[in-house]
Structures are given as structure tokens and as C-alpha cells.
């Protein structure tokens, strides 16, 4: 931690800081100072915003997102088509699909990955009541949005799996050549993948 001289008041605000994702003790104690200085304008509206966002902000029953509404506006959202389900990792899955527009149907937050050498099995995740959204009349479709990393598709073939015979159709998102990419650049398992999930033109 890194320690100042104005007491255990700061020095605990910027070992709370040191804790976020991307901050290190030195950048926690510049964000410290940076509030400090900006307190009207940066600090006592963030004081209220996390306080609002505590007593508020909770994961979505029905899709696992989080909103300060039960069910999300997601998923009360009546423009957004309820027969496709796209399913993600975490919900910062949810918002980057969001800041695309990429996807106008449902969610649903499995929470994590199958990962046996972390101790994260299929119980630990919300497999169960995906399978249950799935089995409901309005559900023609699936996406599995999975990370390609080995416990990633190893979460979408055990859901792949699980899903089976409920009359979906399941589909994954492509994994391949980003827009802009070089081929050059690219490791040997993008360049496999994107040739393996080539289509005609």
C-alpha cells in the first residue's frame, strides 16, 4: 500500500483504489489526489453515484445483467426480439455487445467458465436456468458469444450439449480475422479458426 503522511483516512481510500481493476498503488494515489482536488466536481458526485449504485444496482433475475430495475431493461424491453438468446460470460460481455448494437435480443450471464483447475464447475454457473429460458415456446435460438480460450469453448460444448433436444437452434459467434487485421500478426489458432469457419462469397 502505498502510505502518505495525511493519515489512515486516505491511506485506506487508496488501498480501496489500489484494488480496481488497472490501478496500482501509485495510480490509486493519483486518482486520490485528483479527487481531493476536484472534490465538488469529481468526488462527492462518485461518493453518491456508489452509494446510489450499492443500495440499487443488483444482478437481473431473469438474464444475470446488472440494472437498477428486476427484470433488466433488457429484458422488459419490448422492441427487442425475444426468440434469440445470446449467451456471454459476464456482463461486461453485455455492454460491449450493447456499445456495438450488434445484438437486439436477449442476454443471458453465465457468470464465468468452466474451469476445473480454478474450481469453477457447471453448478457454479447459471447453466440451469439458461436451460430453462430455452425450453420456453417464444426461444427459436441460442448464440453462444464464448471467449475463445480453451475453457470457453469448453463452457459452449457442455452447453451445446445441455441444450440439446429442446428444439433451438445454436449457433456461436465467428472467430476469426478481425476487421482491420493483418494476417501477419495473427497467432496460429485465429489464422486456423478464421480458415475453418471460412464461407463462400
Not at 445470446?86 to 455492454?95: A, E, L, P, Y
Request: glycine letters at 8%.
Amino acid at each position: 500500500m502505498a502510505r502518505t503522511s495525511a493519515g489512515p483516512e486516505l491511506d485506506q481510500l487508496i488501498s480501496l483504489l489500489a484494488k480496481l481493476p488497472g490501478f496500482g498503488p501509485r495510480s490509486a494515489a493519483r486518482a486520490a489526489l485528483h479527487m481531493l482536488r476536484k472534490r465538488e466536481a469529481v468526488m462527492e458526485p462518485l461518493a453518491k453515484a456508489m452509494a446510489t449504485a450499492l443500495e440499487t444496482v443488483k444482478p437481473c433475475s431473469v438474464c444475470g445483467n446488472w440494472d437498477g430495475q428486476d427484470p433488466c431493461s433488457i429484458c422488459t424491453d419490448e422492441t427487442r426480439d425475444p426468440s434469440v438468446i445470446c449467451v456471454v460470460q459476464d456482463v461486461s460481455d453485455v455492454w460491449a455487445l450493447e456499445r456495438a448494437r450488434a445484438h437486439r435480443g436477449r442476454y443471458h450471464v453465465l457468470g464465468g467458465v468452466i474451469s476445473p483447475l480454478d474450481g469453477v464447475g457447471p453448478d457454479d454457473l447459471r447453466i440451469r436456468e439458461l436451460v430453462q429460458r430455452a425450453s420456453e415456446p417464444q426461444v427459436l435460438e441460442v448464440i453462444l458469444a464464448m471467449s475463445a480460450t480453451v475453457d470457453g469453448q469448453t463452457t459452449a460444448h457442455y452447453v451445446t450439449e445441455r441444450l440439446e433436444g429442446y428444439g433451438v437452434t445454436i449457433s456461436r459467434v465467428a472467430h476469426g480475422v478481425p476487421v482491420g487485421g493483418e494476417l501477419d500478426v495473427l497467432d496460429e489458432g485465429t489464422l486456423s479458426a478464421a480458415l475453418k469457419a471460412r464461407r463462400p462469397l
